[in-house]
């Protein structure tokens, strides 16, 4: 919204409006908005978060034993202290003219709403059971498509349902209709995997972060015309206003760590992991960078794959290859104290955040 104060610069007195123009202005003014509005809210939220949950988010009872004793009683739905802060800003700062900008805030809210619903009922029935798998799973990929099918109808037709390749010019492969599916399992896998990786305090927050923060570079860049092309970058117009959107969720993250930090005051939940790992793949679908993800949220993959590995050889050896999954736990069982634990991800997250953008240049 603040963007339309551009329409008032037609005076020198004026003339300070001109700075909404600029994207990089927006999209600093998001972050800043967000924490701030963070600050004055979420200690207000947690404690009545407090008051409606009672015992808070029940703990797994198969999970590493000093959780029941550590984190009992800890409120859950923490997510509504990012979704808060961070739509509200993005509101605030970003070009609601931009179609762009609707389709991530609305894949946000759907996947936020399906995450409340789902700790909602984890509460109130006292269990780790939420809603059903089948229907989690068919609710993210319904929005996922809808929400792929909507970027695609955005892009240039020499672009339509073509995936591109890191590490090269401008090399597409070209699905056509079917890169609704491609999407779909980019936007819906990657909020399962943050959903994987939220067991430790601060664990999954930081990671998202880090990689909201390497995609507002990337969405700046292949919405530039000129960026784009001098970094042969395959140029997506209308993605830059991106920016302000993942400016937005980088200000609401720090004000949600403020207090997930170990030990963490409020846990995140899957009110906060769906869409934020939703949010994620929908900008990389967006932006044309489905694969640089991968490689960016290699630590959400790893969490993933940790999970899936560990299904797969119980099912059919009747062994697991973790002491227990996802592979966070299992360095848990192994005596590693949890801050390091989370510390050591922080760092492998910075150092694929690193690669990924090494891809922008090295073509």
Same mark, same amino acid.
């Given at each position: 919204?603040?963007?339309?104060?551009?329409?008032?610069?037609?005076?020198?007195?004026?003339?300070?409006?001109?700075?909404?123009?600029?994207?990089?202005?927006?999209?600093?003014?998001?972050?800043?908005?967000?924490?701030?509005?963070?600050?004055?809210?979420?200690?207000?939220?947690?404690?009545?978060?407090?008051?409606?949950?009672?015992?808070?988010?029940?703990?797994?009872?198969?999970?590493?034993?000093?959780?029941?004793?550590?984190?009992?009683?800890?409120?859950?739905?923490?997510?509504?202290?990012?979704?808060?802060?961070?739509?509200?800003?993005?509101?605030?700062?970003?070009?609601?003219?931009?179609?762009? &900008?609707?389709?991530?805030?609305?894949?946000?809210?759907?996947?936020?709403?399906?995450?409340?619903?789902?700790?909602?009922?984890?509460?109130?029935?006292?269990?780790?059971?939420?809603?059903?798998?089948?229907?989690?799973?068919?609710?993210?990929?319904?929005?996922?498509?809808?929400?792929?099918?909507?970027?695609?109808?955005?892009?240039?037709?020499?672009?339509?349902?073509?995936?591109?390749?890191?590490?090269?010019?401008?090399?597409?492969?070209?699905?056509?209709?079917?890169?609704?599916?491609?999407?779909?399992? &980019?936007?819906?896998?990657?909020?399962?995997?943050?959903?994987?990786?939220?067991?430790?305090?601060?664990?999954?927050?930081?990671?998202?972060?880090?990689?909201?923060?390497?995609?507002?570079?990337?969405?700046?860049?292949?919405?530039?015309?000129?960026?784009?092309?001098?970094?042969?970058?395959?140029?997506?117009?209308?993605?830059?206003?991106?920016?302000?959107?993942?400016?937005?969720?980088?200000?609401?993250?720090?004000?949600?760590?403020?207090?997930?930090?170990?030990?963490?005051? &409020?846990?995140?939940?899957?009110?906060?992991?769906?869409?934020?790992?939703?949010?994620?793949?929908?900008?990389?679908?967006?932006?044309?960078?489905?694969?640089?993800?991968?490689?960016?949220?290699?630590?959400?993959?790893?969490?993933?794959?940790?999970?899936?590995?560990?299904?797969?050889?119980?099912?059919?050896?009747?062994?697991?290859?973790?002491?227990?999954?996802?592979?966070?736990?299992?360095?848990?069982?192994?005596?590693?104290?949890?801050?390091?634990?989370?510390?050591?991800?922080?760092?492998?997250?910075?150092?694929?955040?690193?690669?990924?953008?090494?891809?922008?240049?090295?073509?």
């Amino acid at each position: 919204m603040l963007y339309y104060l551009t329409l008032l610069t037609h005076t020198d007195q004026l003339a300070f409006f001109r700075l909404f123009k600029y994207l990089t202005f927006r999209s600093g003014g998001a972050v800043i908005t967000a924490l701030f509005l963070a600050f004055i809210v979420n200690g207000s939220l947690i404690q009545w978060l407090k008051l409606k949950q009672g015992k808070g988010q029940p703990i797994r009872t198969d999970g590493p034993q000093r959780h029941i004793v550590e984190k009992q009683g800890t409120p859950t739905m923490g997510g509504l202290l990012i979704l808060l802060p961070w739509v509200v800003s993005t509101v605030l700062w970003a070009s609601l003219s931009n179609p762009y &900008v609707w389709i991530v805030l609305l894949v946000t809210l759907a996947y936020g709403a399906l995450g409340l619903a789902d700790d909602y009922l984890k509460v109130s029935k006292r269990s780790s059971d939420g809603v059903s798998g089948y229907l989690r799973l068919g609710i993210e990929f319904g929005v996922a498509f809808l929400a792929t099918w909507a970027i695609m109808r955005l892009e240039d037709p020499l672009l339509f349902g073509g995936l591109t390749v890191p590490f090269f010019k401008s090399l597409l492969i070209p699905f056509g209709i079917s890169f609704i599916v491609v999407g779909g399992i &980019v936007i819906a896998g990657a909020a399962n995997a943050v959903n994987f990786t939220d067991g430790l305090d601060g664990l999954a927050i930081v990671p998202v972060m880090i990689a909201a923060a390497t995609f507002l570079l990337i969405a700046y860049l292949v919405g530039n015309v000129n960026f784009a092309k001098y970094l042969e970058l395959i140029y997506v117009e209308g993605t830059g206003e991106l920016a302000v959107f993942l400016g937005a969720l980088i200000g609401a993250g720090l004000g949600f760590l403020w207090y997930n930090a170990p030990p963490a005051m &409020v846990f995140m939940g899957d009110t906060g992991s769906l869409p934020l790992g939703g949010a994620l793949g929908a900008v990389a679908v967006a932006v044309k960078h489905e694969i640089v993800l991968a490689v960016v949220g290699g630590l959400f993959v790893l969490e993933t794959v940790s999970v899936i590995v560990q299904v797969i050889s119980f099912k059919t050896t009747g062994k697991r290859v973790f002491r227990m999954a996802p592979i966070h736990h299992h360095y848990e069982q192994l005596g590693w104290k949890e801050p390091t634990i989370v510390i050591r991800f922080w760092i492998v997250a910075v150092v694929l955040a690193l690669v990924g953008l090494a891809t922008l240049k090295l073509r």
